[in-house]
């Protein structure tokens, strides 16, 4: 029915990039998420700065980004609900 055949681009749509380090948290000791495995800033700043530049010449225009590293609040409206997570790393489930 044409639900999700529709990019960003396709529908002009804005793009708001937040870094987000507990993605790569593990809490298989206990309860207390462990970072150990997350990227230091040398490496992880400028992936993150070359994800939003390509997604600004992907969509030919700005992207809104957060303050990397930063504590911030992010408030948005889904227009949804769909949640995907991509994972480029194949894995038998």
């Known amino acids: 029915n044409g639900v999700m055949n529709l990019s960003i681009k396709d529908i002009q749509g804005e793009m708001l990039i937040v870094s987000q380090f507990t993605l ?13 495995k997350a990227a230091k800033p040398d490496i992880s700043v400028p992936l993150y700065e070359a994800f939003c530049k390509s997604m600004e010449t992907h969509l030919e225009k700005e992207v809104k980004t957060g303050v990397f590293g930063a504590d911030m609040q992010v408030a948005l409206i889904n ?4 949640t995907i997570w991509m994972d480029s790393k194949e894995k038998d489930y």
């Open 24 to 36: 790569q948290a593990k809490t298989a000791k206990g309860n207390r998420p462990s970072y150990i």
């Open 79 to 82: 227009d949804g609900p769909v």
